[in-house]
């Protein structure tokens, strides 16, 4: 059995090393939403799959991993760390400590980085739909008297020169 806990901290150690790897790459996928680099998404995307496939591959090795421990030692249902604890040795059982804190600290800031993305995308979708809007409500307009000036990225809507509308478009988050 402290064969199979020892190769279970292995595997647990694998899993946090590929977390913090998954945590980079939500960083540069930040990057690139931020500079609107299509290409430089679309290659961490195709890592993030990558580390998805093997992180699964990790989560069965380490299921079969429990339930071979847990039926080694009798233990019936959920099986926890908090349970497995009782049935290794000191050191080993520091070690699982150690490594499920890991875990839990980089699927913390996993999920941060993640609604931080999630959040990135939304407000890009949002400003591309207005941006849309604004350029069909241009569109419509023209019979109006309405300019398009590029000049420093500045959108003038004129209404027979009574009104004027200025607007700046800042794609920076």
């Known amino acids: 059995m402290a064969t199979d806990v020892s190769e279970l901290i292995a595997v647990l150690n694998q899993e946090a090393e590929l977390f913090s790897s998954f945590l980079d790459l939500l960083d540069r996928q930040?990057?690139?939403l931020v500079s609107n680099?299509?290409?430089?998404?679309?290659?961490?995307?195709?890592?993030q799959r990558e580390k998805f496939?093997?992180?699964?591959?990790?989560?069965?090795?380490?299921?079969?991993?429990?339930?071979?421990?847990?039926?080694?030692?009798?233990?019936?249902?959920d099986i926890?760390?908090?349970?497995?604890?009782?049935?290794?040795?000191?050191?080993?059982?520091?070690?699982?400590?150690?490594?499920?804190?890991?875990?839990?600290?980089?699927?913390?800031?996993?999920e941060e980085g993640r609604q931080r993305n999630s959040f990135l995308i939304e407000k890009s979708r949002y400003l591309v739909s207005e941006t849309l809007k604004m350029i069909n409500r241009m569109g419509n307009s023209k019979t109006k008297g309405s300019?398009?000036?590029?000049?420093?990225?500045?959108?003038?809507?004129t209404d027979s020169n009574t009104k004027r509308l200025s607007m700046t478009l800042d794609r920076r988050i």
Do not use: F, P
């Open 80 to 110: 926890t760390v908090t349970r497995l604890l009782e049935s290794v040795s000191d050191e080993q059982g520091a070690q699982l400590n150690l490594m499920r804190d890991t875990i839990l600290d980089i699927n913390e800031k996993i």
């Open 37 to 47: 680099n299509i290409d430089g998404l679309n290659q961490v995307t195709i890592e």
């Open 30 to 32: 930040r990057d690139m």
């Open 53 to 77: 496939a093997h992180s699964h591959i990790l989560d069965l090795r380490r299921r079969n991993l429990v339930e071979k421990i847990a039926r080694q030692n009798d233990i019936d249902g």
């Open 147 to 157: 300019e398009y000036s590029n000049k420093n990225s500045t959108l003038k809507l």
